[in-house]
């Protein structure tokens, strides 16, 4: 990957970004901290977003939610060009304490209403604000700023299409069974046994055909996606102050060394250094 421009601070990401070549292992399935907004600029792709998936086209906008696992299935054939903002609730919690600039990402379920088209917003006012993220001036204070300010707008419109999409059909077709699946596994994330065998029962379907169909819907097995879903909510609960070993075991994993293990492999720190970072 290569970097256009890039801004990064404890809760504002922004990159402008290439991969002339992209290699499909390089984007597994994963989970941000904070808020997506991605600007799908060029390439041949499609999203998978917690059970559904999604065409990607040239000026597309995919959004995420924290902890909401997604996956980019991706073709070598062509370049890979995006703008994606990375943003804390803090940033927008400064001027909107209601969360409404946030509804289009909270107030839906999982894995739905990921995707907006160009024409679903009023003209091309989104992409400007886009572009003038990007700024000459070589000051981090301007450059924020720069970021902060066109955020806003690109929310505010983001949210008047999600008002006016909502008595509408959602746009994306999807399995119910995937959609079943995906819901009971965040439902049962830190407190049931998820195990293949008690899944299987309870979807009465074979373990491989279980696999097969959640692989389909979310890029990624199932143990995969239950291990970074409750290590994100462990970073949540560690974070808000909880002792490392309580977090292990309300997690779900059987034992503290392999929950400070993945931890460890997934933050690059362990979960009590995280802990007092806050």
Not at 41 to 48: E, I, K, T, V, Y
Not at 135 to 154: E, F, H, K, M, V
Not at 195 to 224: H, P
Request: charged share 25%; aromatic share 12%.
């Amino acid at each position: 990957m290569s970097y256009i421009y890039r801004y990064v601070d404890g809760s504002l990401d922004f990159h402008h970004s290439i991969d002339k070549k992209p290699c499909p292992d390089n984007f597994p399935m994963h989970a941000h901290e904070m808020y997506e907004l991605l600007f799908f600029l060029s390439g041949n792709g499609r999203f998978m977003v917690e059970g559904c998936e999604y065409a990607l086209e040239p000026g597309n906008l995919m959004l995420m939610r924290p902890s909401e696992a997604h996956k980019l299935k991706i073709q070598p054939d062509s370049p890979y060009e995006r703008v994606a903002v990375h943003f804390s609730s803090d940033v927008v919690g400064g001027v909107d304490p209601k969360g409404e600039l946030l509804r289009p990402f909270n107030d839906r379920p999982l894995g739905r209403q990921n995707l907006y088209q160009r024409s679903s917003f009023r003209s091309g006012y989104v992409h400007e604000c886009l572009n003038s993220m990007e700024t000459d001036i070589n000051d981090n204070y301007y450059r924020r700023l720069s970021i902060a300010t066109n955020l806003y707008p690109i929310l505010t419109e983001l949210r008047e299409a999600f008002l006016f999409r909502q008595n509408e059909s959602l746009q994306n077709p999807h399995n119910e069974m995937s959609h079943e699946l995906v819901s009971y596994v965040n439902y049962n994330l830190t407190s049931g046994d998820l195990s293949l065998d008690k899944l299987s029962e309870q979807f009465l379907i074979s373990k491989c055909q279980l696999n097969r169909i959640f692989k389909q819907a979310t890029g990624s097995t199932v143990w995969d996606y239950i291990l970074i879903k409750r290590v994100m909510t462990a970073r949540q609960m560690l974070r808000s102050g909880q002792p490392a070993h309580k977090v292990s075991q309300e997690c779900g994993f059987r034992d503290y060394s392999s929950f400070y293990r993945f931890y460890k492999k997934r933050f690059n720190v362990s979960p009590q250094e995280d802990r007092f970072k806050v």
